[in-house]
């Protein structure tokens, strides 16, 4: 299978709250797991990444957390803020040439 | 911090005719992609293209797409004879080659709207 399964669709919180962004997926082969962040009228801009040899990694604010043996992934955004609301993509390169399949976004909504 | 840039941003094209959408990727970067993003949904893979050649292509690139590199600096999409469904943000993204992943770097997108 392909597919990366990404939820919710939708997400508001209020200003430094805490959004929570999951993406599961069943092909083992998938073995690198970028995040994506887009603005309206922009394209995706690559956030963070991590490789399923660790369970963990944060760069400032944002951190993934991956569970490689339920095949889970998730980015949590700390201390959320205003203009951290965007569309965020996770996603995993496959095949030889590494092309990208993507979850299908999540708006994320983050409230003064 | 280089980045990847296209042209036009925003292409609106009667159904049947042509249009050829223009990318310039990082520059010492050596595989270029493109992908369609249909408003509200997620993005979608189209092609590769690497050395010269496609190097992959998903089942949406059929027969009406084509890609190329006409130097060493553009990368083009042409869309042959277009038709409604075509209407969509398409983005051009290009990566390294060194050994492992090598996150890919999209633009900013060509809205495409045909009438």
């Given amino acids: 299978q392909q597919q990366v399964k990404q939820s919710p669709q939708s997400l508001i919180v209020q200003k430094g709250g805490i959004p929570i962004i999951n993406c599961a997926y069943e092909n083992t082969a998938f073995d690198y797991f970028p995040w994506y962040q887009q603005f309206p009228g922009k394209g995706p801009a690559l956030l963070i990444a991590i490789r399923p040899d660790v369970s963990e990694k944060k760069e400032g604010r944002f951190t993934i957390s991956f569970n490689k043996s339920a095949k889970q992934f998730s980015l949590h955004i700390m201390d959320s803020q205003p203009g951290d609301s965007a569309t965020y993509f996770c996603a995993a390169p496959y095949g030889a040439t590494n092309k990208l399949i993507f979850g299908t976004g999540t708006l994320l909504a983050v409230q003064p | ?115």
């Fill in chain 2, 1 to 115: 911090e280089p980045e990847v840039t296209q042209t036009p941003s925003h292409q609106v094209t009667q159904m049947g005719q042509e249009v050829i959408l223009r990318c310039v990727p990082i520059s010492n970067h050596l595989y270029f992609y493109w992908y369609r993003q249909i408003l509200g949904q997620k993005v979608e893979f189209l092609v590769s293209f690497y050395n010269n050649e496609i190097s992959e292509k998903s089942e949406i690139f059929d027969d009406q797409f084509s890609v190329e590199r006409p130097d060493g600096s553009n990368f083009t999409l042409k869309i042959r004879s277009t038709k409604l469904e075509d209407s969509a943000m398409y983005f051009c993204a290009s990566r390294s080659v060194y050994l492992g992943n090598q996150p890919q770097h999209f633009g900013d997108g060509t809205r495409l709207s045909i009438l």
